[in-house]
Every structure is written in C-alpha cells, then in structure tokens.
C-alpha cells in the first residue's frame, strides 16, 4: 500500500515538504494515544538484541543522522521500531542550511541528492529538545551527530565542535563527530590526520565518558580509510560507514535530471557497494570488538543482514525510509529475525 502512495502522493511533491509532512507525524505519534500499541507491533525480536559502546540496542538497525536533525521525532521513531535514532547533524550555532531546493529524488535509482547544509536551531535549542526525550521511558538509543559550523574558519573548528559537546555530550548516548559531508564547505578537508587527530582528541576529552564515533566519506582512498581507522582505533570508541558520496557514476536516472539536481550528497542504493566495500576493509584493520556502524544503500532485512555478517556492529538507514515508508523497521526487523 505504501508503495501506491508514495506513486501517487508523495512522489508528487516537493522532496523536502514532502519529508516534512511525514515527519509530522512520527512527531506527533506519541501524543495521538496509539503509540504504544504501534510499539507492540513493530517491537524487535529479543534476540535481535546488541550490546556496543556500554549501552543496549533493541536490535541492530536504527536511523541514520540526517533523518531526525534535531531530535523532534526520537520517541515516534522508536515506536515504529527503530533501536537507535541518530539526531543531528548539529551544530554550535543556529543556520538556516543552504537555499532551496536542496533534495531531489533519484527514484529510478532509489537514492536522493541532498545539499541540506547542517539546517539546524544550534546545540543549546537541540539540547532542551534531548533532555525532554530522554526522561521518557522506553525511548530508543540516542546519538548525536555534530559538525562544523558553516561559518566557523576549519582553522578555528576545534573550538566550535568543543562548544557542541559541551553542551550535548552530558544528553547523548554516544556522540559522533561529523567530518564527511560534502554540503559545509572545508569540512571533509578535518578528514586528514594531521587535522583529525587534534579534533578527536579535544572531543573525546570533552565528551568525558559519553563514547565518542567519527564518520567517514566513501569517497575516500582504501588508504586514507584505513589510516583514519587506525587513529579511530586508538583515540574513540567507533567508526561510522559512510556518509554521502559526491559520486554520480552508474546512475539509471537520466543525465540531465542528475545534472539539474547539482551539487550535493548523493545517498541510497548507489552507495550500497562502495559503503560494504568500506566496511569490510575497516573491519579487517580494527579489533573485534571495536564498534563499526555501517550506513549507505541499505533496505531490506538481507542488506542488513549481509552488513551484519561483514562485521557491523549496527546498522543504520535513511534513505530507504522515502521508499519504504513507516513500518520499514518493523519490516527489517522481521526479517532480520528470521534469517538469524
């Protein structure tokens, strides 16, 4: 049913409003009395059940950063089954993202291009929104997701990511640190080591025992990957892959829909191979019990399962919500009980 309208609605209207609209009502799902009745349909198996960073995830699969950004939807998102709700990403400081439009769908591919630009009230707003999610019983695991502000020098950026996990840090359950998306001018450039390795220093000592990820480009070099992972292993708890890709190669959607799209990250099916390529090679470099979080093309309860055993510790999903509608955790969660 969800896949008629989405044809007939959905598909119809303005990308952004139409996720809007949505989200409205995951927002609001708690407050129309059926919330927890929708829980009981859509909770995870017991078994799916997944220890990592010191906390308890009702199952492996939860929402990727983006989805969520300033934790509005955390406790609607849990009911509809997800473990874990990745909120952000934030930023220190309140803006308004790039102009729009800033997402386009590619349904032909089942992928989406977003120059979203970190849209967001800033941390302080985010926090008084986190604390109130958090004194609600039965919410799923909260993340929080921070970046550079856009109009922060990347030379001044160590200062501006301590003001967000001064403030959210004491809220998250974990905390990753965004240096991977293409839509903040400079930012992918914290990527290198030389640059990374003060940040996730300053972060992890800020964040006191709040367990600290980073999340990493696609677009990355095997090397570069492998280099960030090893400085992952010694400094955080985790490592997050992939974030969007600027790559436009192999699409089906014609040539000049993608091109009149433009510049952004492009999230979805395409990303799926470069993004189980990545985790593989992150997993054969880190300890076992290292925590490796894998995003990027995921759908079906079989995708998070092939993520799963190349060596994800969790796993997250975004754009396969637009395709999938609400109740695609419940579907991936199913599944998932019955192929393990």
Not at 189 to 201: D, I, S, V
Request: charge should be positive.
């Amino acid at each position: 049913m969800y896949n008629v309208i989405f044809r007939v609605f959905f598909a119809r209207m303005d990308p952004e409003r139409a996720h809007t609209v949505a989200f409205r009502v995951i927002r609001f799902l708690p407050t129309l009395g059926f919330g927890s009745v929708v829980r009981r349909f859509t909770r995870p198996a017991e078994r799916l059940r997944v220890s990592t960073l010191g906390l308890e995830f009702d199952s492996p699969f939860g929402v990727a950063a983006g989805f969520d950004k300033e934790g509005t939807g955390i406790r609607g998102l849990g009911q509809l089954g997800f473990s874990h709700v990745e909120v952000g990403t934030i930023t220190a400081r309140p803006q308004p993202g790039n102009e729009k439009p800033r997402l386009f769908r590619l349904i032909a591919d089942r992928a989406v291009i977003n120059r979203m630009g970190f849209n967001n009230h800033g941390a302080a707003a985010a926090a008084r929104v986190i604390r109130r999610a958090r004194a609600r019983s039965g919410r799923p695991v909260i993340g929080v997701n921070i970046g550079k502000s856009r109009v922060v020098d990347v030379d001044d950026a160590i200062d501006d990511y301590l003001a967000s996990t001064k403030v959210l840090a004491p809220l998250a359950d974990y905390l990753v640190v965004n240096v991977s998306s293409p839509n903040t001018p400079g930012l992918r450039g914290l990527q290198e080591l030389e640059k990374l390795r003060p940040l996730l220093n300053a972060v992890t000592s800020a964040a006191g025992s709040t367990p600290v990820l980073v999340k990493i480009a696609p677009d990355l070099t095997d090397d570069e990957a492998t280099a960030i992972a090893a400085l992952a292993v010694e400094l955080v708890d985790g490592i997050i892959a992939t974030n969007t890709t600027l790559s436009r190669a192999g699409l089906a959607t014609d040539a000049a829909t993608v091109a009149a799209a433009g510049a952004g990250g492009l999230s979805g099916l395409p990303v799926a191979a470069r993004s189980l390529e990545l985790l593989r090679l992150i997993r054969s470099v880190v300890p076992e019990g290292f925590c490796v979080i894998s995003v990027g093309g995921v759908e079906t309860a079989i995708d998070v399962a092939e993520r799963l055993d190349a060596g994800a510790t969790l796993v997250q999903g975004y754009t396969g919500f637009l395709y999938r509608g609400p109740l695609w955790a419940r579907q991936v969660n199913r599944g998932l009980a019955r192929l393990r």
